[in-house]
């Protein structure tokens, strides 16, 4: 299908794209990759009368170290944090994770801040940046502000960036040493996931020190298996221990049911995928 007609403009700056969302309004659409909206054009789901391409605006890509914490740019595509070594040093989870997003196109033309600005509960990023404490920054003209991922994902494609705002980076605090790995469950490869487990893992001589648990399509947001993080906390990594903790998986979740599973269903997955998760990043 054709989308609706629409005009486009390209900004150079940040200030100019703020000045075109703030002057559209409701009428305006933000474009970063693309992977997410043109499909949704394509469908007529939705019909802006214009799109702001955030494309041009270097400022909003590139990784750096900043102390505590590294900084992804919104616009960074998929690929660039997949292969950046500040990434794979500082926050594994996500190097792991961004291994299991789609094909090799969609990570070089998707960008790192659309996605998780898209906010589908079953995208890969979201779960990944939750479990590592991620904070987003988003401008507005009046500033900018910055949201903890616990209060970022409010619904279903929903997320605490306003109308008259962009996302600019994503800050995420270093787990160095942290082992961590992305456990996914498609049935046709490059699939959304019917469920998926981002779990990372402090250990300390086969002690199970701290774990981070988030889950993928679990709900109308990623979500964080905080009932298995306590159960884990002081732990033995060992596949007995791991095995029961894993069973509060689906604690406080409210996963969908569709053509891919009942909710049942997913609520199994999400505890024999834990358990690989943390066994894996555990290193057991």
């Given at each position: 299908?054709?989308?609706?007609?629409?005009?486009?403009?390209?900004?150079?700056?940040?200030?100019?794209?703020?000045?075109?969302?703030?002057?559209?309004?409701?009428?305006?659409?933000?474009?970063?990759?693309?992977?997410?909206?043109?499909?949704?054009?394509?469908?007529?789901?939705?019909?802006?009368?214009?799109?702001?391409?955030?494309?041009?605006?270097?400022?909003?890509?590139?990784?750096?170290?900043?102390?505590?914490?590294?900084?992804?740019?919104?616009?960074?595509?998929?690929?660039?944090?997949?292969?950046?070594?500040?990434?794979?040093?500082?926050?594994?989870?996500?190097?792991?994770?961004?291994?299991?997003?789609?094909?090799?196109?969609?990570?070089?033309?998707?960008?790192?801040?659309?996605?998780?600005?898209?906010?589908?509960?079953?995208?890969?990023?979201?779960?990944?940046?939750?479990?590592?404490?991620?904070?987003?920054?988003?401008?507005?003209?009046?500033?900018?502000?910055?949201?903890?991922?616990?209060?970022?994902?409010?619904?279903?494609?929903?997320?605490?960036?306003?109308?008259?705002?962009?996302?600019?980076?994503?800050?995420?605090?270093?787990?160095t040493g942290w082992g961590a790995h992305y456990e996914k469950f498609v049935r046709v490869a490059h699939q959304w996931p019917i469920v998926a487990v981002a779990a990372t893992v402090r250990a300390d001589g086969g002690t199970i020190a701290e774990a981070r648990v988030g889950l993928t399509n679990m709900g109308s947001t990623p979500l964080r298996a905080r009932g298995?993080?306590?159960?884990?906390?002081?732990?033995?990594?060992?596949?007995?221990?791991?095995?029961?903790?894993?069973?509060?998986?689906?604690?406080?979740?409210?996963?969908?049911?569709?053509?891919?599973?009942?909710?049942?269903?997913?609520?199994?997955?999400?505890?024999?995928?834990?358990?690989?998760?943390?066994?894996?990043?555990?290193?057991?």
């Amino acid at each position: 299908m054709i989308p609706a007609q629409f005009d486009y403009v390209a900004p150079a700056t940040l200030e100019e794209a703020l000045n075109a969302l703030s002057q559209h309004g409701d009428d305006a659409k933000i474009i970063a990759g693309g992977q997410s909206l043109l499909p949704v054009l394509r469908m007529r789901l939705n019909a802006p009368e214009i799109v702001i391409d955030l494309g041009r605006i270097d400022s909003l890509r590139g990784v750096r170290d900043d102390g505590d914490a590294i900084v992804i740019g919104a616009m960074t595509p998929h690929a660039v944090v997949a292969s950046d070594p500040l990434v794979k040093e500082h926050a594994l989870l996500l190097h792991e994770a961004v291994q299991h997003l789609a094909d090799a196109q969609i990570r070089h033309r998707g960008t790192f801040g659309g996605a998780l600005a898209h906010a589908d509960p079953a995208g890969d990023m979201g779960a990944p940046a939750l479990a590592l404490g991620a904070e987003f920054v988003i401008a507005g003209l009046g500033g900018t502000h910055t949201v903890g991922a616990d209060e970022f994902f409010v619904d279903l494609f929903e997320t605490a960036i306003g109308d008259d705002e962009i996302l600019t980076e994503v800050r995420i605090p270093k787990h160095t040493g942290w082992g961590a790995h992305y456990e996914k469950f498609v049935r046709v490869a490059h699939q959304w996931p019917i469920v998926a487990v981002a779990a990372t893992v402090r250990a300390d001589g086969g002690t199970i020190a701290e774990a981070r648990v988030g889950l993928t399509n679990m709900g109308s947001t990623p979500l964080r298996a905080r009932g298995v993080e306590e159960a884990l906390a002081g732990q033995p990594a060992t596949a007995d221990a791991v095995r029961a903790a894993a069973e509060r998986a689906a604690e406080g979740t409210s996963p969908p049911s569709d053509l891919n599973g009942d909710a049942d269903y997913r609520r199994h997955l999400a505890g024999v995928l834990t358990r690989r998760a943390v066994l894996a990043a555990a290193g057991a």
